[in-house]
């Protein structure tokens, strides 16, 4: 029984450090309060723009929440002036209220506040059917703003969630579905099954792209996480190192479809005999099985601000790396010889061994390290040019 409680009370107090329930408590709190403020400060009864702007305000990020008040805010008072024009003009008819509606979603794309464009038209609606359009008005852009000021102040006082653990876990998990990709393609079907299967390891491999996909917006968000934390101190290379990191799984990915489509046309072309000779067969498998291997520990590595491990992980990176290349080279002594005996489909023999190439290539400790400090020189090069232009006008004006 003491047991069942103390493990309870640790997934309780595990689940409360996640990000999804730290994020609901922030977004609860702050339009709990912007509904207690407007009511004191607004003539409306029930000032329900105040929390619902908070909510929408509240993001999972700080620089997000920075963001987004500016166009939520922007949005209202847009609609707001609108619809003042309009009542001043026409009124409210089914056909005035068609341009109110038109105006409003051209003059939102106009101002840029992105996906808050129907936030405007609403606005302007809101506003344009009441008989006092003055004190509705006031009263929406003051609740709006209620709502965006303690949305801000939540996030201030509130240090938001950072989003690097669940986005190192997708990296993790995008890695073990390649290791087990480069798994499959080792082992050797036989009989009339062979270019099914070769053609399902294809289809697998291009389910990667969206596999990818999800992970990119995984990292921006905690890449967004990153900005303006306080919690963080050295965001920005937390935020390179596991973008080129996810760069480089990408181009893997990429050359592993490639690969996928080399064995399945030569599995088409062979369709009776085998792939490759025993000793080919035995070489490629080992290949392909270190290769998988040095994925999962480049993942490792890359993620390391978040498993602490990454001394251990490059040691292993580097092991598995040294250990494919020895049978790459051993595989390219094999596929040359059996060219020359056989060359009918030496193009398709080459580009396997190039693609593998490639993969083994992109996944070096030396490659990271260069594509890391390329990154770094481009941010630095960035804020020096940005510097000079906000320095420019000052001095211009001296």
Not at 60 to 87: E, K
Not at 173 to 185: G, I, Y
Request: with cysteine; net charge neutral.
């Amino acid at each position: 029984m003491p047991e069942t409680i103390t493990s309870l009370a640790t997934r309780v107090a595990r689940r409360r450090r996640e990000p999804v329930a730290v994020q609901a408590l922030r977004s609860t709190a702050a339009a709990v309060i912007s509904y207690v403020v407007a009511l004191r400060l607004s003539s409306e009864p029930l000032p329900l723009t105040a929390p619902l702007t908070a909510l929408l305000v509240v993001q999972v990020t700080l620089y997000s929440t920075l963001t987004t008040s500016i166009r939520r805010v922007n949005s209202v008072v847009v609609g707001v002036l609108i619809a003042i024009g309009f009542s001043a003009l026409v009124g409210l008819t089914w056909w005035s209220l068609g341009l109110l509606i038109l105006a409003s979603l051209v003059v939102g794309h106009l101002v840029r506040v992105d996906e808050f464009v129907p936030e405007v038209a609403i606005s302007a609606m809101l506003v344009l059917g009441v008989t006092q359009v003055t004190d509705t008005a006031w009263d929406r852009v003051l609740e709006t703003i209620i709502g965006a000021v303690v949305g801000l102040l939540v996030n201030l006082l509130l240090a938001p969630p950072v989003w690097v653990g669940p986005a190192g876990e997708a990296i993790t998990d995008l890695a073990r579905r390649m290791s087990r990709l480069l798994d499959h393609l080792g082992e050797e079907p036989s009989g009339p099954a062979r270019v099914e299967q070769a053609a399902a390891r294809l289809h697998e491999a291009r389910r990667l792209d969206n596999d990818i996909a999800q992970v990119d917006a995984a990292l921006r968000q905690a890449e967004d996480s990153l900005r303006l934390n306080p919690r963080v101190k050295e965001g920005l290379l937390f935020r390179l190192v596991l973008r080129t990191g996810l760069d480089t799984l990408e181009i893997c990915a990429v050359v592993l479809r490639v690969a996928c489509r080399t064995l399945t046309d030569l599995a088409r072309a062979r369709p009776d005999g085998p792939l490759f000779e025993p000793a080919t067969a035995t070489a490629l498998r080992e290949v392909l099985r270190h290769t998988a291997v040095a994925v999962e520990s480049f993942a490792q590595l890359i993620t390391a601000q978040v498993s602490a491990n990454a001394e251990e992980a490059e040691a292993r990176l580097t092991g598995e790396l040294a250990v494919a290349r020895a049978h790459r080279d051993r595989l390219a002594v094999l596929l040359l010889a059996a060219a020359r005996e056989d060359p009918v489909h030496w193009q398709l023999s080459g580009a396997l061994l190039t693609e593998i190439d490639r993969v083994l290539d992109e996944l070096g400790v030396d490659k990271r390290s260069q594509r890391l400090l390329e990154e770094l020189d481009q941010h630095t090069r960035t804020r020096r040019r940005r510097w000079k232009t906000l320095k420019r006008p000052r001095q211009d004006a001296e």
